[in-house]
């Protein structure tokens, strides 16, 4: 990933005793779209119908979710970081992971 997917919101009017904010990004695990190649990974079949169903979206449970959705929330971060470094401001972003 080289820009995110979406417009940097305008941080230029922070006051300078700036602000604290909590962002909890567990619901945007179903919004890491798979990449079509990948979804032939991503399949089960369904036993009731006995159907092949394969996910679109990054599977909650699934044992290597959290280490994808830990990788593009970091690489999300550090360039949301960097654009916000080349525009001067003093913002400073920080990741935790909590597994439950």
């Given at each position: 990933?080289?820009?995110?997917?979406?417009?940097?919101?305008?941080?230029?009017?922070l006051?300078?005793?700036g602000?604290?904010g909590?962002?909890?990004?567990?619901?945007?695990?179903?919004?890491?779209?798979l990449?079509?190649?990948a979804?032939r990974f991503m399949?089960?079949?369904?036993p009731?119908?006995?159907?092949?169903?394969?996910?679109?979206?990054?599977?909650?449970?699934?044992?290597?979710?959290l280490?994808?959705?830990?990788?593009?929330?970091?690489a999300?971060?550090?360039?949301?970081?960097?654009?916000?470094?080349?525009?001067?401001?003093?913002v400073?972003?920080l990741r935790?992971?909590t597994?439950?």
């Amino acid at each position: 990933m080289q820009q995110l997917p979406c417009k940097l919101p305008n941080l230029a009017n922070l006051t300078q005793y700036g602000y604290l904010g909590k962002r909890d990004l567990a619901s945007g695990f179903h919004h890491c779209v798979l990449a079509p190649e990948a979804r032939r990974f991503m399949a089960f079949r369904n036993p009731a119908m006995g159907a092949l169903q394969r996910y679109v979206a990054l599977p909650f449970g699934a044992s290597q979710s959290l280490a994808i959705f830990c990788e593009l929330t970091a690489a999300a971060t550090t360039i949301f970081q960097s654009q916000c470094d080349r525009r001067g401001l003093q913002v400073r972003i920080l990741r935790t992971a909590t597994t439950s």
